[in-house]
């Protein structure tokens, strides 16, 4: 099992002509994705590594199900593209754009929650169940991403994408592979929180344990530690904290476009305490991750 | 970006939003000249893109222009929180009936703008929020809906506001939402906003941020309050090595090779992606290492951006090595990061085999990359070394 996407799951590039775009359309199908077709207005009836392209979502969806979209389309037209996909009843949408400014990234998540959509990123690498299925550029091309992720029961989320993969390697490299990992971007307002993916972990069988890529800025890790809380989780967590030394300087962004340290809440220091205090464990270095991840395990058994 | 105060106001002005009479003055003789024209007592307010200028001793008040002029050049001088002043704003003072609280910001959790108001302004809205909840109150915003004024309406009178201060608080505070909505803005901000003992009511200190991504939508705006392209408006202002940094990030669309900020230390540092300099960047820290800037490359830069990148960090003041570190990496070449620093460092007079304490990168295409390092005598690891311990070769090797 796995979470959000697996084998069987379909899905469309949206921007597929790009030149980024053809390089992910190309490392998915190597590692085995499904991808049925993809959307560039104007280009219909070209392919792309045998990808039929559409003109409009509508004409490859009225014909056939279609579960995902990838969105690599340029910032400007990413919050049309996304509408586009969510009206033509696709229910995953990972949007790989970045520097898309963050009331249109409202407006799309606002109008995935009317529709029962659901949005990862944007500024992310979308989402991976090793063996099975990648949806994004996480893991490059298919021969590195098998080198890095192996399938296992351990849940990866990561507000770096770069990140996402090292982690794994790590993980992979001790031994313990993944379940689902889901690089769920870098801005200050995004599709889909660590918190709202932990029912998901939770519901799945196959996860075992969690792991957690997390920066400074944004209220997203004390609404984990929250939730972890409310919900006597039976998932052990174990969170990396990066970018410690912006503590010192607030008001500068480093990294990503959410990293930026404001208020006390967005210190790393005060991110740290509150995942603490609700039973995460911080690993110091992303080499003890796989240390933690067992003895966690060993005394939940 | 930050705008100063009277930027905010001129926005606020613009749409018409009940700001003071007043001037921004950058001489003595300007200043008393303002305050002719706007009749005593004024308030002379600090320009600087932070807060507690109060504190500082940045906001004063004058009873006569002559008094203005002298007070100009104590403003002036002061330093707040680092920043030096740009101009000294001079404005009327009225006597203030209330104070009260309105700002609109995002909530990352929500994933929506929230209104926040507060009966109790002027002083710090966290500690009000703390203190007495039940003065402060948060309304979030829909961005799909046409946002209409009674948002305003039941955000003020959550907080007890009724009578004729309700009826005149809500076109002003609705105003401020639509502003905040228009011009991208991370935050929009009037602290206090008050009722003068005339019964009418004044915009004291406003506080615009708009979000960097929209720079491009709002240009017209921008040019006309005077921010020019280069200001970045950060904590601080960039240094020289910054801007420099920026240059070389923007000469070539492919990838990226920038976010240089500089620090004061002896290893320069090549380093990628987004959470990876994050993380190397602690790393470094952590086994005692003095970082000479942090940098971000990603996206698969050419091999020209990362030469200049690599140029530009080896030519800081201070620097003796480099080191070239990413996380696995996923889109990035690892053969064109090697060629981009090795022609970097040849280009800069140094043996490539001295300068680079260490290579980590991993990940695509790291077979040519590891090949063409080997050759250079560059040290080099792969994914079986971490960013942890890589960093900590690199710091030896300039401690040994």
Known sequence: MSILIDRNTTFIVQGITGREAVSLTRENLAYGSKIVGGVTPGRAGREVYGVPVYDCVRDIASKRKVDGAVVCVPPKFTRDAVFEAIENGIEIIVIVTERIPRLEVAQMVELAALRGARIIGPNCLGIITPDEVKMGGVGGPAADTKKAYSKGSVGIMSRSGGMTTEIANTLTAAGLGQSTAVSIGGDAVIGTSYAELMPLFEADPETKAIAIYSEPGGRMEAELAEWVKDNDSRLPIVAFMAGRFMDEMPGMRFGHAGTIVEGRADTTADKIERMQRSGISVAERIEEIPGLIQQKLAEVN | ?400
């Open chain 2, 1 to 400: 970006m930050r705008f100063y105060e009277y930027e905010s106001k001129a926005l606020f002005k613009r749409h018409g939003l009940p700001v003071g009479e007043g001037g921004v003055a950058t001489s003595a003789d300007e200043a008393q000249s303002l305050a002719e024209k706007i009749g005593c007592p004024v308030v002379l307010k600090s320009q600087v893109l932070s807060g507690g200028r109060m504190k500082a001793g940045a906001v004063k008040f004058a009873d006569t222009p002559e008094e203005a002029a002298t007070l100009f050049d104590e403003i002036m001088p002061i330093i707040v929180n680092d920043q030096k002043a740009r101009s000294v704003l001079v404005e009327s003072k009225s006597p203030i009936a209330q104070e009260y609280y309105v700002g609109v910001t995002w909530d990352g959790r929500r994933k929506l703008p929230v209104l926040i108001f507060s009966d109790m302004g002027g002083i710090d809205i966290e500690e009000v929020a703390e203190k007495h909840p039940e003065h402060v109150s948060q309304t979030h915003i829909s961005t799909l809906l046409p946002f209409t004024p009674r948002l305003a309406k039941e955000g003020i009178g959550a907080t007890g506001v009724t009578g004729a201060a309700l009826n005149r608080l809500t076109p002003i505070v609705a105003k401020l939402v639509e502003i905040f909505l228009e011009y991208n803005l991370t935050l929009a901000e009037i602290n206090p906003l008050v009722r003068l003992e005339d019964g009418t009511f004044a915009v004291l200190d406003g506080h615009v941020d708009m979000e960097a991504e929209a720079r491009d939508k709002h240009a017209a705006l921008l040019a006309e309050l005077g921010i020019g392209e280069e200001e970045t408006r950060q904590a601080r202002p960039p240094t020289e090595f910054e801007i420099a940094g920026a240059k070389v990030d923007a000469a070539d669309h492919r990838g990226v090779a920038g976010n240089v900020v500089g620090f004061d230390g002896n290893l320069g540092l090549v380093i990628g992606a987004g959470g990876g300099s994050l993380t190397l960047f602690d790393a470094v820290r952590k086994h005692g290492g003095r970082p000479a800037n942090y940098c971000e490359i990603g996206g698969n830069p050419s091999v020209t951006k990362t030469c200049e990148l690599t140029k530009l960090v080896l030519s800081k003041p201070g620097v003796e090595k480099i080191a070239v570190m990413m996380n696995v990496v996923s889109n990035t070449r690892v053969d064109i990061v090697a060629r981009g620093v090795i022609k970097g460092c040849v280009e800069s007079g140094k043996d490539p085999a001295t300068t680079i304490a260490i290579f980590r990168i991993p990940g695509s295409w790291e077979e040519e990359g590891f090949k063409i390092l080997a050759k250079y005598g560059v040290e080099f690891c792969d994914r079986t070394v971490s960013m942890n311990e890589a960093a900590g070769r690199a710091v030896a090797k300039l401690q040994g």
